[in-house]
């Protein structure tokens, strides 16, 4: 599917509002990039309310710049259809990270938690911070911050992502009163009840992920929503090292106060936890992260990279269906394209490697190429030189002093010009055939391979027309006329 300069291709991971696809963006020149297109699902695509809020999560996602932070690229619009352009990261959720470790009874080392949450944490306070386009705080709470919403990167840089349901100053979406958006078991008190909500209730949705990193336990676990939300308001909520070994008191203090109930005992910030946390323990280097994570999903990572590697390959030549799809679009200078619905294959139900949507099923009918002036512009000039030459030839023909000489012949482009005049012609016999000067016209004055046409016989020389036409429309003068 081509969405105007993107190529969309299988899904690599889906959720409640919308699915999450590989794309590459392809530009002029052979430039190309792989992105990640989240496509909002069909039956909220009509939804106003989820429009906006999918809106939302675009405009308010680009006021963030930050590493810790998934940047969002563009936003496309096109058929009733909405898709987020965002970068590609080679990483792994937080979310698969954890339930990798569960199946194989593990738990996630002390210092790696805690480097993955000051990272987490980092991006949290960007965006808290941001402002908008005129320098006022936008007051953005991500209000879904969860072990899903947390990508580590192979770099091992952790980031965080998807802010569709968050709530800022000036966001074109209200929220319904009584809705509930984020999870159930990662709400703080302040979002289940409805009141207001600010920076504090991310850290206290940050310091349950970070519980959970920790212990490898569900802090609020529930059998449904109903049960996982009374458990947030009135559950009590025992320090990390009851669950786990060797965490110290200084750990349990820093994630406690996280968990705090009343907003006015938690850190006030994102970055104070965050500070709090490196100042707590040695934190391992970014170097040492991706390595880890490489070690926990190496099969995983090992697939989509063959996936990736598929797509890139398959749009990175010139000559592929890809770039001819581009170059089509060029040609109707960006005309909105017919989007099928994606094709369901067994590669992109079961997760493994998938294969490029075809490009060319949508595209417009071929246009033709612009014809070229520059042949007209040959042949012009070619006129233009012949009919100099006859002309300077006229005139010494009609000089007392000068001797007579035969037109110039223009030479084929292939060869080279002599670099001696030639020799001047002898004048021609007298002869009862019209055209017996054409016999004294030098061989260069005409292709060697053309053929003249045989003459007429003439009682007498017709100077009406004082010249005649060869096999390439070329004027001989007739010299008995001159």
């Known amino acids: ?172 979406q209200s929220t319904d009163s009584g809705r509930l958006k984020g999870k159930a078991a990662y709400m703080a008190p302040e979002q289940v009840r409805g009141a207001n909500v600010d920076r504090r209730t991310d850290v206290f949705a940050a310091s349950i992920v970070l519980w959970e990193m920790l212990t490898g336990e569900r802090l609020f676990d529930a059998d449904n929503q109903a049960m996982a939300l009374d458990r947030v308001l009135s559950a009590p909520i025992e320090p990390p090292s009851r669950h786990a070994e060797d965490i110290p008191p200084a750990l349990d203090e820093i994630v406690l106060r996280g968990l705090a109930r009343n907003v006015d005992e938690r850190w006030q910030t994102a970055r104070d936890m965050a500070q709090a946390l490196e100042a707590c323990m040695t934190l391992p280097s970014p170097t040492h992260i991706g390595a880890w994570v490489e070690s926990i999903a190496g099969d995983s990572l090992h697939e989509r990279a063959e996936r990736v590697a598929e797509v890139e390959s398959s749009t990175s030549d010139p000559g592929t269906r890809a770039s001819e799809a581009l170059a089509t679009l060029q040609v109707v200078d960006g005309a909105a394209t017919t989007l099928d619905p994606l094709p369901s294959s067994p590669a992109s139900q079961t997760g493994s490697r998938s294969a490029a949507i075809p490009l060319s099923a949508s595209m417009p009918p071929h246009q033709p190429r612009r014809r070229s002036l520059t042949p007209v512009l040959i042949s012009a000039a070619a006129l233009v030189a012949v009919a100099a030459s006859v002309t300077a030839w006229m005139l010494g023909r009609g000089s007392a002093s000068s001797p007579e000489v035969a037109a110039p012949a223009i030479a084929p482009a292939h060869e080279p010009t002599a670099s001696a005049p030639p020799e001047p012609a002898p004048p021609a016999e007298p002869s009862a055939e019209p055209d017996a000067a054409l016999a004294a016209t030098p061989p260069s004055a005409a292709p060697p391979a053309a053929k003249k046409k045989p003459s007429r016989a003439a009682p007498a020389v017709d100077c009406s027309v004082p010249f005649v036409r060869d096999e390439l429309g070329r004027k001989i003068w007739k010299r008995e006329c001159l």
């Open 1 to 172: 599917m081509i969405l105007e300069r993107y190529a969309l291709f299988g899904a690599l991971a889906s959720g409640g509002m919308a699915t999450v696809h590989l794309g590459r963006l392809l530009g002029a020149a052979g430039f190309s990039r792989t992105v990640a297109i989240k496509r909002l699902h069909e039956q909220f695509a009509s939804d106003p309310d989820f429009v906006a809020a999918f809106l939302d999560e675009a405009r308010l996602a680009a006021r963030i710049r930050h590493p810790n932070v998934v940047p969002t690229l563009d936003v496309v619009a096109t058929g009733g259809r909405l898709f987020l352009v965002m970068e590609y990261v080679e990483g792994e959720s937080l979310s698969r990270l954890l339930k990798t470790m569960l199946r194989s009874d593990m738990l996630m080392p002390m210092p790696i938690a805690a480097a993955i949450m000051v990272g987490a944490l980092s991006g949290l306070h960007a965006a808290h911070e941001a402002c908008s386009e005129k320098g006022e705080p936008l007051m953005l709470v991500h209000r879904d911050v969860s072990p899903q919403n947390i990508l580590v990167g192979t770099d091992g840089v952790p980031r965080v992502l998807d802010f569709g349901v968050a709530k800022a100053i000036g966001r074109l």
